[in-house]
């Protein structure tokens, strides 16, 4: 309980500054500067009393229990408010943040992060039927990062249908080809078939880790037959791998495990 409170005081605290902030910007005049300076105070005095409710309450050595309305919020109405506060969050503070960073390089790094966590709340509902009409408006926001996608071999066009989903699909044909492409761009994940016709999937691999170390763990190894020696490096390395016909929603899955590590 005490956590809860500290954490409401710190919200509080940033929820201040933002309206202090919106407030200056809009002028003394106006009359909703003067609402957000009020909230602002408002929400200052009660992060002070919060804060000092709880270190008295801690230094009382009492037990203080959470609130029953927490312990009995619905799993539906707990997801529902999740996504209000996820959507305004993107939509009213990511996507127009992006939209001033992007330009610096410094800010790729953010704006994956931010895409990822945009993702992993995506699939969630995606894979659960009965929850997918309460995530559309979030699902539909506006991206601030598009992912890449390498296809080396012959994929069937609904792999790439599939993958286009969550990004930008690019294909190369063969393992030479690959390895040119790997050294012009940055790809989130590397598909390749372990078959290839100069060199193997495996190669493609081992030449590209020596270029960029740890890239091994964007590849996913879509197989017809295996040796020994492919089937030992994959092993040996933790690598992901997937028979060749494979449905194209499992080839997403996995490489959504990838884009996540």
């Not at 009965?130 to 992912?147: G, I, M, N, P, Y």
Request: charged letters at 30%; proline letters at 3%; hydrophobic letters at 40%.
């Amino acid at each position: 309980m005490l956590k809860l409170m500290c954490w409401m005081a710190s919200f509080g605290s940033t929820n201040a500054r933002v309206y202090r902030d919106i407030a200056k910007r809009l002028g003394n005049g106006n009359e909703t500067a003067r609402f957000l300076r009020t909230l602002a105070r408002s929400e200052s005095e009660l992060s002070r009393a919060l804060l000092s409710s709880a270190d008295k309450i801690g230094r009382s050595g009492r037990n203080c229990m959470a609130p029953e309305g927490l312990h009995g919020l619905s799993e539906q109405a707990f997801i529902e408010g999740l996504l209000q506060c996820e959507q305004l969050k993107w939509t009213s503070i990511t996507v127009p943040l992006a939209s001033r960073i992007a330009e610096f390089p410094q800010a790729a790094q953010v704006l994956a992060h931010a895409q990822k966590h945009k993702r992993k709340i995506d699939r969630f509902f995606e894979d659960r039927a009965h929850l997918r009409d309460l995530s559309f408006r979030l699902k539909a926001s506006q991206s601030v990062w598009v992912e890449r996608f390498l296809l080396v071999g012959d994929f069937h066009p609904e792999v790439a249908t599939a993958l286009k989903e969550d990004g930008i699909v690019e294909v190369a044909s063969h393992g030479e080809e690959a390895i040119e492409r790997l050294r012009e761009n940055y790809y989130a994940a590397v598909l390749s078939e372990t078959g290839l016709s100069r060199i193997d999937g495996i190669e493609v691999c081992k030449k590209a880790s020596r270029i960029f170390p740890g890239i091994e763990e964007r590849f996913l190894f879509i197989y017809g037959e295996l040796t020994k020696k492919q089937r030992g490096f994959i092993d040996r390395k933790g690598l992901r791998r997937v028979p060749k016909h494979t449905r194209p929603e499992k080839v997403r899955s996995e490489v959504a495990l990838i884009l996540e590590r």
